[in-house]
């Protein structure tokens, strides 16, 4: 006897369910597939037990015949495809011919199907992968797929299974991505005969997105889309402030079929850096278009991986449509700037207000946020004065602006820093007296081979022995800050980095320091000049509305909120 066996078929089955079936999900999945598929327009799903007891799907589709139902339990029986050339054209969500088959083989499976104009529909009972009967039956045009006892023949697969409220969730998280790529159809979804999910058949979007997400989530999102050839790419994306810690609430379609991609993962959270905090992901609803034979969806037999020929174009499509949404901050311009339209003259804050000789803090050597020369823009907002000598409070054409004058200040460097590294280098400034720094010779031999990449932020760094340094030059931005901290600061980032540190991935981080640490800080008094250039400033940022760590740098108090507080709503 030899050591290479073919298996047997029941074992051939139970295989290939294990890599279509995960759980109940996986089963509700492949239906809802097919029953899209085949047309349909009103889909329900009803389960018990969390799915492990029962999965029933009904829908109005095509519906099948004896023979057709037949060969789909069979494996690798499809519609979907006939030639080779068929796998680089697919516009079908299944088209593997495994489904069915690999469902049967796990459950209990009883199919219900019937086409129009047939006499009478069928119904097919299955077990293990066994058909047990099949005859003719009155039903209305569609097919009903009920799957009941998952996993009864495969115990050990039973016991990965987790709890039923567990199971339930998945398969509403399968649904609600199902329904959120497929506004024309009804879906329903039932567990335990008690409808949890409706989802009408939606014309405008945002109805479907608050039945999938929920009002509060709905009406933080906003529209974003970018064409780049043959890829399209569009969706919805949430504010910065709307950040959950897990990434659920990224939802990932490549023609309208729902998947799992690093690629597109990593282009939604490159497109909100420096937005939101670390470990946060914003809530983004996106669609990826591209023709079939540009995409491989035969990755796995799930399906639920992609592969594009040209993943470069599509991630950039795909961050160049949401940063420059995030870009036009819709959600400050929906209210809180409303003053900018305002082109009124405005009472000069001065008359409330010390003069600018009076101040207890200036910009000393920095590049000044404003000429002086400049007189402030009619249509600014009028300064009403600092809250804690921290939070900037102005008069808008609808209620009342607050704003974070570290966060703000924060945001600005950040840019300033950002646009001189495109050009090449940012900006330095010799000292007329240099300064020693001394760091640890673990750090010191790190910091030897970073020198030129620092010289690129602005810093001028010379050895001095084995673990001091002189700083001759610092950004001149910076300039008049302790460059000490700062340098301790960025040699530590720097150090974390380990062995394969990567300076072009990392400049990132090291941007970030330098503006926090470069940033007015709380507690420190404005002039009204001062204050509304830090606003005006802020304004000809990209991304004004979050500092670079996800912080609002900015809040509004619209006139309706105002007069809900006091009772006049």
Same mark, same amino acid.
Request: hydrophobic share 40%.
């Given at each position: 006897?030899?050591? $290479? ?37 009103? $889909? ?47 516009? +079908? ?46 039903? !209305? ?24 409220? +567990? ?10 991505? $199902? ?7 009804? &879906? ?7 409808? &949890? ?6 014309? %405008?979007?945002?109805?479907? /997105? ?29 504010? !910065? ?59 796995? #037999?799930?399906? @639920? ?20 949404? /995030?870009?036009?901050?819709? @959600? ?11 082109? %009124? ?30 007189? #402030?823009?009619?249509?600014?907002? !009028? ?79 010379? #050895? ?5 340094? @002189? ?12 460059? $000490?901290?700062?340098? +301790?600061?960025?040699?530590? %980032? ?33 002039? !009204? %000049? ?40």
């Amino acid at each position: 006897m030899g050591k $290479i066996k073919t298996l047997p078929p029941e074992l051939i089955s139970k295989i290939a369910a294990g890599e279509v079936v995960e759980r109940p999900a996986s089963v509700v999945k492949e239906l809802l597939e097919n029953a899209l598929d085949a047309q349909a327009k009103e $889909i329900k799903v009803e389960v018990q037990g969390g799915g492990k007891k029962l999965i029933r799907v009904i829908d109005d589709g095509e519906g099948m015949s004896l023979d057709d139902a037949l060969l789909a339990l069979q494996r690798y029986s499809t519609s979907k495809i006939a030639k080779e050339e068929d796998l680089f054209a697919i516009e +079908t969500f299944g088209f593997r011919g495994e489904a069915l088959a690999a469902i049967a083989g796990v459950a209990r499976l009883k199919i219900i199907t019937k086409r129009e104009g047939d006499l009478a529909g069928v119904a097919i009972t299955v077990e293990g992968g066994e058909i047990k009967n099949s005859e003719e039956i009155g039903s !209305p045009k569609g097919t009903t797929v009920e799957v009941r006892d998952l996993f009864f023949n495969m115990p050990a697969r039973w016991k990965f299974l987790k709890s039923a409220n +567990t199971e339930l969730s998945h398969i509403g998280e399968l649904i609600s991505k $199902i329904a959120l790529a497929n506004p024309e159809v009804h &879906l329903q979804f039932f567990h335990e005969g008690r409808l &949890l999910n409706n989802y009408p058949v939606r014309e %405008e979007p945002y109805p479907r /997105l608050a039945e999938a997400l929920g009002n509060e989530v709905a009406k933080k999102l906003y529209p974003f889309s970018a064409n780049n050839g043959e890829i399209k790419v569009h969706g919805f994306a949430s504010q !910065p402030d709307l950040n959950w810690p897990q990434a659920r609430g990224i939802y990932l379609f490549v023609n309208k079929r729902p998947v799992r991609d690093r690629l597109l993962l990593h282009a939604v959270m490159e497109a909100y850096r420096n937005l939101i905090p670390r470990d946060r992901y914003p809530i983004v609803i996106l669609f990826v278009e591209v023709p079939p034979a540009l995409v491989d969806v035969n990755v796995h #037999p799930s399906k @639920w991986e992609v592969k594009f020929a040209d993943q470069q174009a599509v991630h950039f499509s795909i961050i160049t449509g949401i940063k420059e949404m /995030l870009g036009q901050a819709p @959600w400050l311009k929906k209210e809180a700037l409303a003053w900018r339209e305002l082109k %009124e003259i405005r009472e000069t804050s001065e008359k409330y207000f010390s003069s600018p000789q009076e101040s207890a803090y200036y910009f000393p050597q920095q590049e000044k946020l404003y000429e002086e020369s400049e007189e #402030p823009s009619l249509s600014s907002p !009028p300064f009403l004065g600092q809250i804690a000598n921290t939070y900037l409070v102005f008069a808008s054409g609808d209620g009342l602006i607050l704003l974070d004058q570290h966060a703000a200040h924060e945001r600005i460097l950040l840019e300033k820093f950002q646009e001189e590294l495109f050009q090449g280098r940012i900006k330095s400034q010799p000292l007329l007296f240099p300064e020693i720094l001394e760091v640890t010779p673990a750090q010191a031999k790190i910091l030897e081979g970073f020198i030129v990449e620092l010289e690129k932020l602005g810093f001028e760094l010379q #050895p001095s022995g084995e673990r001091s340094f @002189w700083v001759k030059g610092v950004p001149a931005i910076l300039i008049g800050k302790d460059p $000490i901290p700062l340098l +301790t600061e960025i040699i530590q %980032e720097i150090s974390s980095w380990g062995k394969h540190g990567n300076t072009q991935m990392s400049y990132d981080p090291l941007l970030k320091i330098m503006a926090c640490r470069g940033a007015i800080q709380a507690a420190q008094p404005l002039t !009204p %000049e001062e204050a509304l250039a830090l606003l005006g400033e802020l304004q000809k940022c990209s991304f004004s509305s979050n500092c670079p760590h996800g912080r609002p740098t900015m809040i509004n108090i619209s006139l309706s909120e105002l007069e809900k507080m006091f009772g006049r709503k």
